[in-house]
């Protein structure tokens, strides 16, 4: 089975976790390490013959579009990860649409191509955002990765489905839900998908969820940050203790991780997924 991979294209300081210390004011003072990080993501995916998504900030865009022309040119898919890392339902819908409008434009312009996949920053379009599905398909997104089948204090939908489907969201429209995956436990779903989860959880329970997910004929739906693979970036003072236990525990391991990930498994783009969800 093919699983899908993706990259959330943002650096070490543009994260919820680092906010109390970074505010987003102070994000030109802080120093640029995203490109070495994205180099070696490439070079793993190229080593394993992997074509991934790569949802891209916007803010990253406007600072280094080259990174993203480069991204686009080795045969990966570009989707969007909104413009500033708001968390939407901290947005009314007038502002989710004319930042998403703008973002979704520079990047065609970027890549000479269209933009159909999205996805949110902290996976925020919840029961409180949903509106923000309808201005997807608005502005001609097709598929979106931003409902995550477990609730917790900032994101998810408990009892979401599990398995990429199609959202109908009335007169005949609709859009193709990836979720991040899963694996049902007791009747509990226990994330598994990346970030934190693929750095705190030991890499054997990661590897036995996929072939969980094998089995019930699930894609494994996979997310990384560039940041995750950078044990060098900088650690600012004052950080809460579970802050900076979610931001940087593991870091000296997650190359290694991902390097074994991508060997043990196959992926491709979100957009070939979505392609081979059916309209029920």
């Not at 080259?66 to 009314?92: L, P």
Request: charged share 25%; net charge neutral.
């Amino acid at each position: 089975m093919e699983n899908a991979f993706s990259v959330d294209v943002e650096d070490w300081f543009n994260v919820l976790n680092l906010s109390p210390v970074i505010p987003q004011s102070t994000w030109d003072t802080c120093q640029l390490r995203i490109e070495p990080n994205i180099k070696l993501i490439l070079e793993l995916l190229d080593r394993c013959n992997t074509r991934g998504t790569f949802f891209i900030l916007g803010w990253i865009a406007r600072k280094l579009p080259g990174m993203v022309k480069d991204i686009h040119r080795a045969g990966h898919e570009i989707a969007s990860h909104g413009d500033d890392h708001r968390i939407v339902y901290h947005q009314t819908p007038s502002e989710f649409r004319t930042s998403l409008t703008e973002h979704k434009a520079f990047l065609e312009d970027l890549i000479g191509e269209e933009v159909i996949g999205y996805r949110a920053p902290n996976f925020s379009i919840t029961k409180q955002s949903w509106w923000a599905l309808d201005i997807l398909v608005e502005l001609g997104y097709r598929w979106d990765s931003s409902v995550f089948p477990f609730e917790r204090k900032r994101y998810g939908i408990a009892g979401a489905p599990v398995a990429p489907h199609l959202i109908n969201l009335g007169d005949s429209s609709g859009i193709i839900e990836i979720p991040p995956s899963v694996v049902l436990i007791a009747g509990k779903a226990v994330p598994v998908a990346g970030g934190g989860y693929f750095r705190l959880l030991p890499y054997r329970f990661i590897k036995t969820a996929i072939h969980q997910l094998e089995k019930e004929g699930r894609p494994y739906c996979f997310y990384i940050h560039p940041w995750e693979i950078d044990p060098k970036q900088p650690r600012p003072s004052g950080l809460p203790i579970m802050n900076r236990l979610m931001h940087y525990h593991n870091l000296d391991k997650t190359k290694k991780r991902l390097s074994m990930l991508l060997h043990d498994f196959r992926f491709t783009t979100y957009r070939e997924i979505a392609s081979t969800v059916k309209p029920v």
